[in-house]
């Protein structure tokens, strides 16, 4: 298998090769070496691959974020950015049928089984948890009732986790929100989770989707490690007016397949496999690799320029 560091390197160099070609003097002042391309800040935008000769098309699909961009959307390796580039371009040229028939590595649809009716957001905001910045899902899928949540990974080397055990005694709400990593009742607090002590709904719902009651002590915490796969099934599986629907929908994440963390023995692997381990419900998170992906995509004509900008730009071949 190959190192994470070799197959970073690999994707620097796939990077800086594409950048070299597209963006000259419009690069930051950044050093080359050990960095990826990074894109002068006036010319983010054109980190989203778009069609050429349909501007109509690039316009609807440089738009396709409902919310603000991350803060390094401008660097060529930014996950939103390779996100904006593929989705956008299926909500532009309305083609969310080429992912009816792509399953998910569990064997279950990766997507759905009919595209009819199904609309597609990229940064949803969830206003449906009290949290003080609301879970943002990379792309939300919805027809109805029922909702894909999709997390979209690329050179990542873990899921994130959650943030009370990392604040530090200079933090604002260091005294009040810190952890020590297990689900008790610790300092003057009234609840095990901090995070429930502030009014955050997490606790409330997932014991219904994963096997992991509320109402007992854990060590450690059983979802500091799984934060952001919690909290992305928590997105599919909450409707609009924040009930519980364990029947609505799945968690899909999005993956590079050479990205030695998700596969055996990697970091984000071990995080998954332990997520999935207490779901209470087959199928809740699912898993898709770009390559998987962009193989369904590479059957639409009009889609042909996106699946040669993904292969050479992030080298990601269809599979």
Same mark, same amino acid.
């Given at each position: 298998?190959?190192?994470?560091?070799?197959?970073?390197?690999?994707?620097?160099?796939?990077? $800086?090769?594409?950048?070299?070609?597209?963006?000259?003097?419009?690069?930051?002042?950044?050093?080359?070496?050990?960095?990826?391309?990074?894109?002068?800040r006036e010319f983010a935008?054109?980190?989203?691959?778009?069609?050429?000769?349909?501007?109509?098309?690039?316009?609807?699909?440089?738009? %396709? *974020?409902?919310?603000? @961009?991350?803060?390094?959307?401008?660097?060529?390796?930014?996950?939103?950015?390779?996100?904006?580039?593929?989705?956008? %371009?299926?909500?532009?040229f309305n083609r969310l049928? *080429?992912?009816?028939?792509?399953?998910?590595?569990?064997?279950?649809?990766?997507?759905? &089984?009919?595209? +009819?009716? $199904?609309?597609?957001?990229?940064?949803?905001?969830? +206003?449906?948890?009290?949290?003080?910045?609301? =879970?943002?899902? /990379?792309?939300?899928?919805?027809?109805?009732?029922?909702?894909?949540?999709?997390?979209?990974?690329?050179?990542?080397?873990?899921?994130?986790?959650?943030?009370?055990?990392?604040?530090?005694?200079?933090?604002?709400?260091?005294?009040?929100?810190?952890?020590?990593?297990?689900?008790?009742?610790?300092?003057?607090?009234?609840?095990?989770?901090?995070? =429930?002590?502030?009014?955050?709904?997490? $606790?409330?719902?997932?014991?219904?989707?994963?096997?992991?009651?509320?109402?007992?002590?854990?060590?450690?915490?059983?979802?500091?490690?799984?934060?952001?796969?919690?909290? #992305? %099934?928590? &997105?599919?599986?909450?409707?609009?007016?924040?009930?519980?629907?364990?029947?609505?929908?799945?968690?899909?994440?999005?993956?590079?397949?050479? #990205?030695?963390?998700?596969?055996?023995?990697?970091?984000? =692997?071990?995080?998954? =496999?332990?997520?999935?381990?207490?779901?209470?419900?087959?199928?809740?998170? @699912?898993?898709?690799? $770009?390559?998987? *992906?962009?193989?369904?995509?590479?059957?639409?004509?009009?889609?042909?320029?996106?699946?040669?900008?993904?292969?050479?730009?992030y080298g990601i071949e269809? /599979?």
């Amino acid at each position: 298998m190959t190192s994470y560091k070799g197959y970073e390197e690999d994707v620097r160099q796939t990077l $800086w090769s594409w950048a070299d070609r597209h963006y000259r003097g419009k690069l930051d002042d950044g050093k080359r070496e050990g960095r990826p391309p990074v894109l002068a800040r006036e010319f983010a935008s054109e980190n989203v691959l778009v069609p050429p000769k349909n501007e109509s098309k690039a316009r609807d699909i440089r738009d %396709a *974020l409902s919310r603000g @961009r991350h803060r390094w959307f401008h660097s060529l390796k930014s996950s939103q950015s390779l996100a904006q580039s593929v989705f956008g %371009a299926l909500r532009a040229f309305n083609r969310l049928d *080429l992912l009816q028939d792509v399953y998910a590595e569990c064997g279950q649809s990766a997507f759905f &089984a009919d595209r +009819n009716g $199904w609309k597609l957001c990229l940064e949803h905001e969830m +206003n449906n948890l009290r949290e003080p910045r609301p =879970t943002s899902v /990379d792309v939300l899928l919805s027809e109805s009732e029922k909702r894909v949540a999709i997390e979209c990974k690329f050179t990542e080397q873990e899921f994130g986790t959650c943030s009370r055990p990392r604040l530090r005694p200079s933090d604002a709400n260091y005294a009040e929100q810190h952890c020590n990593g297990k689900y008790q009742i610790q300092r003057s607090r009234h609840e095990r989770c901090a995070l =429930t002590e502030i009014g955050i709904r997490y $606790w409330e719902h997932l014991p219904h989707l994963f096997d992991r009651p509320s109402d007992q002590d854990h060590e450690p915490c059983p979802f500091g490690e799984v934060y952001q796969l919690a909290r #992305n %099934a928590l &997105a599919s599986a909450l409707t609009p007016h924040g009930e519980l629907d364990l029947t609505g929908g799945h968690a899909l994440v999005v993956y590079d397949a050479r #990205n030695p963390k998700f596969q055996d023995g990697g970091k984000a =692997t071990e995080q998954w =496999t332990e997520a999935v381990s207490v779901c209470r419900m087959p199928g809740l998170l @699912r898993r898709l690799s $770009w390559q998987r *992906l962009m193989a369904a995509i590479s059957r639409a004509p009009e889609l042909e320029y996106l699946v040669n900008g993904v292969r050479e730009k992030y080298g990601i071949e269809s /599979d």
